[in-house]
């Protein structure tokens, strides 16, 4: 089964099992666009008589961000930078299109912002598959990997779940994909501007409150 079988599958059988799974799958390391899984199923669901709420189509798309996240932060914890790097530059990595360089990008992202990274990084396209394995590496409390990662994916799901619900009274199933890809790259990148501003805010406010207590 090829990508486009795949899709044209997801389509004809979206419920809240399959949202699940697909996003556990786009968020762990093997390639797969959340843009195919989420508008999608907020489509369906703002059709009349659909079986499918708004709600549990959220909840069933973080919960299976969640999961694949996971697996990341496990295989970065137990197994170590060494192998996971050693892994990203295998053969079985290159098919998951990952690479060292790739690993490592992610990782300087996540030193240069810390904790909060895994939240901001859900919403990057080129960290927030890999922004787990960092988190893993750096032995990130699980309870706070975890209050981090439903946040960032959840607000990544809200976009999605917006468009795709937006969308359904201007565009034709059939060009939906297309539409979605244009507009989540661009809506993305505003909540990236407006992520980027509160960690620069509480970032000086840190720096402010050190400041005054070194003063007292």
């Not at 901001?120 to 409390?141: E, F």
Request: hydrophobic fraction near 50%; glycine fraction near 6%.
């Amino acid at each position: 089964m090829d990508f486009a079988q795949l899709i044209e599958w997801y389509l004809e059988n979206i419920n809240y099992w399959t949202i699940a799974i697909l996003m556990a799958i786009e968020s762990s390391f093997i390639p797969f666009p959340s843009e195919v899984v989420v508008p999608p199923a907020a489509y369906k669901a703002a059709e009349a008589g659909s079986d499918l709420n708004l709600v549990m189509v959220f909840v069933s798309a973080t919960i299976g961000a969640l999961i694949g996240a996971l697996v990341n932060y496990a295989l970065a914890y137990y197994l170590g930078r060494p192998i996971i790097y050693k892994l990203a530059e295998s053969r079985f990595g290159h098919a998951m299109l990952l690479s060292a360089d790739k690993v490592r990008h992610a990782e300087e992202y996540f030193n240069r912002h810390g904790a909060v990274s895994t939240i901001i990084g859900r919403l990057v396209p080129a960290v927030r598959q890999l922004i787990s394995l960092p988190a893993g590496l750096a032995k990130m409390p699980m309870g706070k990997f975890i209050l981090y990662t439903c946040i960032g994916a959840g607000a990544w799901n809200l976009i999605l779940l917006f468009l795709g619900w937006w969308l359904h009274s201007i565009v034709p199933q059939d060009e939906l994909i297309e539409t979605v890809n244009k507009y989540s790259h661009e809506i993305g990148l505003v909540f990236i501007g407006v992520a980027v501003c509160i960690v620069a805010y509480l970032a000086y406010q840190s720096f402010k409150k050190k400041k005054d207590s070194k003063k007292a």
